[in-house]
């Protein structure tokens, strides 16, 4: 069955009454959070290619499926190149997609994933975080996704599986925004999050449709009945035009996502602030930046240092694109040293950080008494950040805030073998 037909399908569903209900609570991992939210998102087009950890959440899909869970396109390829092709061409025509992967995986599909990108297609992706190889590693790292930031994909990162679960449905209702149509890619810390169990609460249906609407392209459709170009050959005639083009929807984004999880929070009563989560923030003399699943042993070291009487506090980005500049310009103001913990690495670049780091210092420069920045690189291929490795990352920032003779130009890394 095509695309189009599995549109016209559901949409002959679309007056049905849906009695609302309570949500439930389910004991599930990271993986099964984003299934059930491409579930309760009535997603037309599944495509996977197994990799791990992110093959995981094409088994749940397939389990729902053959369960009569969920009724969706779900097509096995024969490559990552090629799930995310058969997706592409099915959003064009007017169907909600899903697909993801990890690693070298995201980045065979990564011809496919830039001219997603470019064709202003809002696929939702998932990337399960995991190492680069070679040498050979399951372990989470964020650079397999961060390598689509300057694309025009919108780029996110969860610590939880509830957050998981909700910032899928948001996704959906930014990407499929008229006014962004860009795709967005969910990093899940691999295993750390897509192995991982924990108690989320699971929507009804007719709470999501009351939040989600319908994919509609308007006259954007590709279809035989609105004859319009997709993938123009026009090199310097208007490329630039067009990278434009996109500059300004990746603009937009920032108030559609606020848009949306304002909508979220009213509907669903949680959601949080859009952009970063801060901790402890209110007195922090000294922060600790982060993204994912690095927020666990984070807070846990803040609190132990709070009973001890330091006033550090941690400030963990949620969206890093759009870049969450205004908020993260506030939540530090106040402080006089950042610790920035990647858990990625950008080898050769300014201070030899890591690519949050970088960012931070790019969005901090203008600002009147911007505070000094130390960077971290650790967890990388999955090692383990303990609260003892961020309490010595804490002094570290103490130090460097009081002129300690740590130098802030400088990148330290955590935890790694001499």
Excluded at 345 to 367: E, I
């Amino acid at each position: 069955m095509s695309a189009v037909d599995t549109v016209a399908r559901k949409q002959s569903f679309a007056d049905l009454v849906i009695a609302p209900r309570a949500e439930t609570e389910e004991l599930i991992s990271g993986s099964e959070a984003i299934a059930h939210a491409v579930r309760l998102a009535d997603v037309d087009v599944i495509t996977a290619y197994p990799i791990r950890p992110y093959d995981t959440v094409m088994q749940y899909v397939s389990k729902m499926i053959a369960d009569g869970d969920f009724d969706c396109d779900f097509i096995v390829a024969e490559s990552e190149h090629s799930q995310f092709e058969i997706v592409k061409h099915a959003s064009a025509v007017g169907a909600r997609v899903f697909a993801g992967s990890s690693g070298v995986g995201w980045f065979y599909a990564f011809e496919a994933l830039a001219v997603t990108a470019g064709l202003r297609l809002p696929m939702v992706a998932m990337v399960g975080n995991r190492a680069l190889d070679d040498p050979g590693a399951f372990g989470v790292e964020h650079n397999d996704a961060l390598a689509v930031r300057d694309l025009g994909w919108m780029l996110c990162w969860v610590s939880t599986a509830q957050e998981a679960l909700d910032t899928a449905l948001i996704a959906y209702r930014v990407a499929e925004d008229p006014r962004v149509f860009l795709p967005c890619a969910i990093s899940c810390d691999g295993a750390f999050l897509t192995h991982s169990q924990a108690i989320v609460k699971v929507p009804s249906q007719a709470m999501v449709d009351g939040f989600l609407p319908r994919y509609d392209r308007g006259d954007k459709v590709l279809h035989p009945d609105n004859p319009i170009t997709i993938a123009p050959q026009v090199n310097e005639d208007w490329l630039m035009e067009m990278r434009r083009q996109s500059d300004q929807a990746a603009r937009r984004a920032r108030d559609v996502l606020i848009e949306a999880y304002r909508d979220f929070n009213v509907k669903f009563g949680r959601g949080g602030e859009p952009f970063i989560e801060r901790y402890m923030m209110d007195d922090a003399e000294v922060a600790l930046v982060g993204m994912g699943t690095m927020a666990m042993p984070v807070k846990v070291a803040v609190r132990k240092m709070r009973a001890q009487g330091k006033k550090v506090g941690f400030v963990r980005v949620r969206w890093f694109r759009p870049f969450p500049t205004i908020e993260l310009q506030e939540a530090l103001a106040g402080v006089h040293a950042v610790g920035v913990i990647d858990r990625d690495f950008s080898f050769g670049s300014a201070h030899f950080s890591g690519v949050l780091a970088n960012d931070l210092r790019a969005a901090l420069y203008p600002a009147k008494n911007r505070p000094k920045i130390v960077s971290f690189i650790a967890g990388l291929g999955g090692r383990e950040v303990s609260a003892a490795n961020v309490m010595e990352m804490t002094k570290t920032v103490f130090d460097a805030a009081e002129g300690a003779g740590t130098d802030a130009q400088d990148t330290y890394w955590i935890g790694a073998r001499e």
